[in-house]
């Protein structure tokens, strides 16, 4: 299952040549990153008080659930993306100037629907059986 995750953040990393830095994780852990550890810890705090920030500000304009953010630098991007479930997965990336925003995020959002799928396998009573 790790291994898996890990295929899909590192096809992630090849597909995405915007995105210089990531890290995948869920609620309890680190899934994938390309983070020193120490960065990694701090990405992680920051990502978590970004998706404090954009709670709060979701529910004062009745909006969806905030899912995702990106944050223009003078040097460069920060995205983050999120799955709105409890034990939801979140990735937060930075990129170039000049990183193509919306390919970016499809992009991190792929990498964490990949993952999701990698730690939840479908059970043969979860696939169709094609019957008609």
């Not at 990153?33 to 990694?40: H, K």
């Not at 990502?47 to 404090?52: F, N, S």
């Not at 992009?107 to 008609?132: I, S, Y």
Request: aromatic share 4%; hydrophobic share 45%; charged share 25%.
């Amino acid at each position: 299952m790790k291994q898996e995750v890990e295929a899909a953040f590192a096809e992630m990393l090849d597909i995405s040549t915007d995105i210089d830095k990531a890290v995948l994780f869920g609620p309890a852990e680190v899934l994938a990153s390309n983070m020193a550890e120490d960065a990694r810890a701090t990405a992680i705090a920051q990502a978590g008080e970004l998706i404090r920030l954009g709670e709060a500000r979701a529910a004062e304009m009745g909006a969806q659930p905030f899912s995702q953010l990106v944050v223009e630098t003078p040097g460069g991007y920060v995205f983050l993306a999120r799955e709105v479930i409890s034990d939801g997965m979140a990735i937060l990336a930075t990129g170039k100037k000049g990183s193509r925003v919306g390919l970016v995020l499809y992009d991190l959002r792929t990498c964490m629907r990949d993952a999701r799928e990698a730690t939840n396998p479908k059970t043969p009573d979860d696939q169709e059986t094609g019957e008609v």
